[in-house]
């Protein structure tokens, strides 16, 4: 089974538009951290965000916000008002205490496409 | 710059020949981590290195499959008699010490693109 799981494999909207990328994570660990992760087209994954799951509050950087529930064991990310630079491959990850070393888990990735 | 750089940027090689893959990671960071990104896959984890201590191995895919890393710093991902299943984006990464419990964010690089053809 797979620890995070990114049910959209692509999205597709147009420039405003606001997109909601989700992630849903699995672990038995009270301690953990979560990441998002932009690929654009050039390749190279930039780090976006880290939350540890002692710390539920959202998180606004611009036009981009975070919304971490432990109930559900999400982590979604919004796009407010997209653009085409958005226009990436977003991976949401998961790290955990699993044999003695926090080792990133990403999930599949999905694919944004914003249109001009 | 003073990212992590990746060599070759791009391999083609014939099955059945070695190839390997080397990665030089920020300077100071004691974490360095191999991923391969397959052609509509996530990152898929092969092995990860932590200063002084024993490799995580656990993600390498077959014994064809190996890592060093020589004075905490550069690593080579070798792979054995390439199979074209093995074509792939060859991801490196590094992080600052994630033993203290403390997990920062990995910083990649541009990654190895092989082919096998």
């Known amino acids: 089974a797979q620890k995070v799981t990114q049910a959209q494999t692509e999205i597709s909207v147009v420039e405003k538009e606001d997109v909601t990328l989700d992630c849903v994570y699995e672990?038995?660990?009270?301690?953990?951290?979560l990441f998002w992760y932009k690929q654009p087209p050039s390749g190279e994954l930039v780090f976006l965000i880290r939350?540890?799951?002692?710390?539920?509050q959202n998180e606004i950087s611009g036009r981009y916000s975070w919304n971490f529930q432990k109930s559900t064991s999400s982590f979604n990310f919004t796009i407010t008002a997209s653009q085409v630079v958005d226009s990436a491959v977003y991976f949401c990850?998961?790290?955990?205490?699993?044999?003695?070393?926090?080792?990133?888990?990403f999930g599949r990735g999905t694919s944004l496409i914003v249109h001009p | 710059g003073a990212g992590v750089s990746q060599s070759p940027s791009n391999k083609v090689t014939e099955k059945g020949k070695d190839v390997e893959l080397r990665c030089d990671p920020i300077?100071?960071?004691?974490?360095l981590y191999w991923y391969r990104q397959s052609l509509g896959q996530g990152l898929e984890f092969l092995i990860y290195?932590?200063?002084?201590?024993?490799?995580?191995k656990s993600g390498l895919p077959s014994d064809r499959f190996s890592a060093e890393r020589t004075g905490g710093s550069v690593s080579t991902l070798t792979i054995q008699r390439t199979q074209q299943e093995d074509s792939a984006v060859y991801l490196c990464?590094?992080?600052?010490?994630?033993?203290?419990?403390?997990?920062?964010?990995?910083?990649f690089g541009e990654g190895s693109r092989l082919t096998v053809l």
């Open positions: 990464a590094s992080s600052l010490d994630s033993n203290r419990g403390v997990t920062g964010e990995l910083f």
């Open positions: 672990t038995r660990d009270t301690t953990y951290y």
């Open positions: 939350r540890n799951s002692f710390d539920e």
């Open positions: 990850a998961l790290s955990e205490k699993e044999g003695g070393s926090y080792i990133p888990t």
């Open positions: 300077s100071g960071h004691t974490a």
């Open positions: 290195f932590q200063g002084n201590s024993a490799p995580d």
